[in-house]
């Protein structure tokens, strides 16, 4: 069965930190992977998507990059944290031909900038 | 334009009474799935109920059932026999069809904060 797994669970981090959360997912090939971001009493926002290795596309500008070094790893990360990117971040798959309610979201990761 | 709009941020029920959750939605795509989410304080996502575009009959799981009325654009959620459990953030979602070479993307409301009380 396929799994996917994120961590850090939480962090605090002070503002000019590095950031680096980490989504892999096991049982399937090929994924779709995606990072959302709920900012608090907010809705999920979509940050990036990925449809293969080193393919990113970004959907908003941000002080945020992600990267797909292997074929099911998705990986957030920031040079410098800003107050703004406290939050909730969850990373996400699709198989590659998305049919029906076929997307699985991983346990999500509480950031909070300090 | 919001795509996806959640009117009632918070909403109050009794226990074992329905509720109903509005969303609406706005696309040119005639291919597209909508989707709710439950939310509890942990923050997983838990997937609750899908209805897809040219899906004849509104969607139901066990004590959820959407409201899919297609002309409208909209799509709530019924929520039968209403427990304490139930109390939760509820996202509306909507997915569209994929252009060449990306990926199809769920786009989401801002919520409904559901309290169910005694």
């Known amino acids: 069965s396929q799994t996917i797994h994120q961590w850090p669970a939480t962090l605090v981090q002070p503002v000019g930190s590095p950031l680096s959360l980490e989504c892999t997912v096991e049982?399937?090939?090929?994924?779709?992977l995606y990072w959302y971001r709920q900012a608090a009493g907010r809705g999920l926002q979509l940050l990036f998507y990925?449809?293969?290795?080193?393919?990113i596309s970004s959907e908003v500008p941000q002080n945020l990059s992600a990267s797909r070094p292997q074929d099911r790893q998705f990986i957030l990360s920031s040079k410098k944290l800003l107050l703004s990117d406290s939050g909730f971040y969850l990373c996400?798959?699709?198989?590659?031909?998305?049919?029906?309610?076929?997307?699985?979201f991983g346990e999500g990761s509480w950031l909070t900038v300090v | 334009a919001q795509k996806i709009t959640q009117t009632q941020p918070g909403m109050f029920v009794q226990e074992k009474e329905a509720v109903t959750l509005d969303c609406t939605y706005d696309?040119?795509?005639?291919?597209?799935?909508l989707f709710w989410y439950k939310q509890p304080s942990s923050g997983e996502m838990i997937f609750l109920i899908y209805q897809g575009s040219y899906d004849q009959q509104n969607a139901t799981e066990g004590r959820y059932s959407l409201n899919f009325q297609k002309a409208r654009k909209s799509a709530n959620l019924v929520i039968s026999a209403s427990q304490l459990g139930d109390s939760a953030m509820y996202f509306c979602?909507?997915?569209?069809?994929?252009?060449?070479?990306?990926?199809?993307?769920?786009?989401f409301g801002t919520g409904t904060r559901l309290q169910v009380t005694l």
């Open positions: 979602a909507m997915r569209e069809a994929a252009g060449t070479g990306t990926a199809s993307k769920l786009t």
């Open positions: 990925s449809v293969g290795i080193g393919q």
């Open positions: 696309t040119s795509d005639p291919s597209y799935g």
């Open positions: 049982g399937t090939s090929n994924p779709n």
């Open positions: 996400a798959w699709t198989p590659r031909r998305l049919a029906g309610n076929t997307i699985y």
